[in-house]
């Protein structure tokens, strides 16, 4: 049972890194550590979209 979570889980992980990296950009001063956290924030979001599907985690298989 714990193999079939694990890729909403790790889909969980990347979302909420993102996150973190989108809240730390907006609270940083120096535009250049903004641009570098933004970036980083939106490379880790398409990489799960690409892994995982569009809003993974979130949906029941049909």
Do not use: C, F
């Not at 714990?2 to 730390?24: G, T, W």
């Not at 609270?27 to 980083?40: I, M, N, S, V, Y």
């Amino acid at each position: 049972m714990s193999i079939e979570n694990q890729p909403s889980e790790r889909a969980r992980h990347m979302r909420d890194k993102a996150e973190e990296l989108e809240q730390a950009a907006q609270h940083a001063t120096d535009p250049a550590e903004r641009r570098r956290l933004t970036d980083k924030a939106l490379h880790i979001r398409k990489k799960s979209e690409q892994e995982n599907g569009r809003g993974s985690g979130t949906m029941d298989p049909m």
